[in-house]
Structure formats: C-alpha cells, structure tokens
C-alpha cells in the first residue's frame, strides 16, 4: 500500500473516489506571490504560557535517553488534544494498553474521553494490506489531530529496517510515517538518542538522516532530575531543527549557539495514581546554574570529589556541572586539589566545612 492508496481512503470519506492529485504537477503559487499565503503554525499540544509544540500535518522527532520522561512529554500532549475534543492515535511499539493507557489516566485523563478519542495501536508484526485498510479507515473517521509512534528503533525492526544504513530511514518515514502524516495529524517519533552524551549532538540513533528528513521540528530531552514514583523530575526539553521556524522564538539560545531551551518538563509524582505534568518555559538566563547544586553535594559528601562524580550526585550535565565548578573555584568558593592520576578533584574551603 502506498500513500496515494491511503490519501484516496481518507478522502473518500467526504469526497467521491478520485484519483489523487500528482505531486509532479506544478503548484499555484498564486498565494505565496501575493503574500496572502498563512505561515505554518505550532498549534497542536501547548506550553504553560501558550506556544504550542507540534505542526499540524508534519513530522517530528523526539529524541531522549530512556527515562528522561519522552513518553510523559508525548501523553502530555495526547491529553491535552482530548481535552480539546480531538482524536489521537498512538502507535506503540514499546510499552502496552496499561502502561501507556494508564499513565494517561495517572495523568488526570477522563477515561470516557480517552475511550472515545484515544486509538491505541500496538503491532506485533509488519502490517498486511488488509491491516492498513482498516487503520486507514479509522483515520478517515477520527481525523487525529496528533498521532505518536512510540519506540522508532523497534518499529523500524518490524519493517526489516537498520536505523543505522542511509537507505532505511526513508524508508520508514514513507511506510509509517508518512501515512499518518496524510491523515493530517502533527507525528511525533519517540527515539532514543547515542548513549555516549559527548558524541550525542543533536542527533537520535541514524544520525542526521532523521533530521534531514522532517519538516517539522526536532526536539531533544535532556534528563535534570529523575522521574519516578513519588519524586518531582524535571527534564530539559531543547530544539535541534524547527523546520517551519515558528518554535524558536518562544525559547532561548544555547550556550555557545547550541540547541535552544524551549521549555522544561516537570513531572511531579503523587503516588500511584496521579501525577501532574507541566511544560515550563525557560527561565529568563541563558543556562541553568548549577552553582548551589554543587555546593550541596559537596558539603554532603564531605570529601573531595571530581566532576563526573558531583554531575552524577547533582543530577545535571557534566558541562553545566564543571562551569559551576571552575566559576566557584575562580570565585574562592571551592578549592581544586590533585586527585589520583592527575585528576583534579574539588572541595569546600576549611571556612565553609
């Protein structure tokens, strides 16, 4: 099944039968020539303060570390697009009914609302002709506003596909994506990142070959404070590519022109049965400080340590870590003294023990 196949399914619920329009005939230009052409806009999903997070009928990527809250970040917006009266479907190739179901649930989610607006999907195999026609028909009845693929790198392993070669990605992207993408959803991709932080960029796992391949935006998870079951965790959310460049202006740049700080994600935890998930915007500074965090967990720990060491303790980047570190030793806060094998290791001044 190609996505002309699915294009003439979806319009076939309001129109007669047609032979779908060729992309290979040229276009009107009538409105982008005359300037009455209306920018692509984030109204899918919403910030605390209003921005929203997705372009209607475009594609992103969500990029984290496991547990950095990816999937909180995405049922957060499911929830809000049912509250809004909007359908959502969500492709899960990760989790099950109960997992991903229940923590919309956790999440404050009316269970009528989610049993009319929420179509879950959870493969166990490369889907038949048969088995698209018929999510093709339940698209064309529920017109979602949002459609999430939850888990990209087994989704990929159901086609037969490699994230890693430079042939397998579009691939993807036109099997799986591209589908729900004429059904005139905003798609959201969740993904893992490279494990190795330093090498990490802006990239989920096949490099920049996603990146190129979107024409919405990209954001990656950045992990601050653990999330977990009665604790408050707190994920940085960056952009690493707004396509349409509407998201940008409602962050702030990186440091040294990196990713932008678009929001934070805090996930606070009540217990079992409920939490609260809030997308804040960035703070009114350029990075976060982490001066008071490595106070802290020196004065704790009591002994000298190094940086990877106060970066795990504190919960933060090592970058932000160890520019907290060399302010406040430049500043006299911290002292900086010889470890084992030239590694330099940081404690508190006598007067400050």
Known sequence: ???????????????????????????????VLDGT?????????????????????????????SESGKTWF????????IERGHAVVYVDFE???????????????????????????????RPTELELLALADQLAHARPTLAVVDGVTEAMAVFGLDPLKLDDVPKFTRWMIRPLVLAGAAVVALDHVVKAADN?????????????????AMYVLEKVVGIGVGVTGRTRVRISKDRPAQLRRHALPGRDGGMAWFG????????QEHATVRLFPPAERPEVDRQEDVLRVLEEAGIPLGVNSVAKLAAGRKADVSVALKQLATAGRLLE????????????PDTLL
């Open 95 to 125: 989790d099950d009914a109960a997992g991903v179901v229940g923590r919309l649930l956790v999440l404050g989610a009316d269970p009528d609302d989610v049993a009319a607006r929420f179509l879950y999907v959870r493969p166990e195999g």
């Open 337 to 348: 003294v010889d470890g084992p094998r030239g590694s330099k290791l940081y404690r508190l």
């Open 264 to 271: 934070d994600l805090v996930v606070e935890s009540h217990g």
């Open 1 to 31: 099944m190609t996505p002309e196949d699915w294009a003439r399914l979806l319009e076939s619920e309001s129109e007669p039968l047609q032979a779908p329009r060729s992309s290979w005939v040229p276009q009107d230009l009538t409105a």
């Open 37 to 65: 052409a209306e920018p692509i806009l984030p109204t899918v999903g919403y910030r605390e303060d209003g921005p929203g997070l997705f372009y209607p009928g475009r594609t992103h990527w969500v990029a984290a570390e």
């Open 200 to 216: 990490r960029g802006r990239y989920a796992i096949g490099s920049a070959h996603k990146l190129n391949g979107l024409n919405g």
């Open 74 to 81: 995405a049922l957060h917006a499911c929830r809000q697009e």
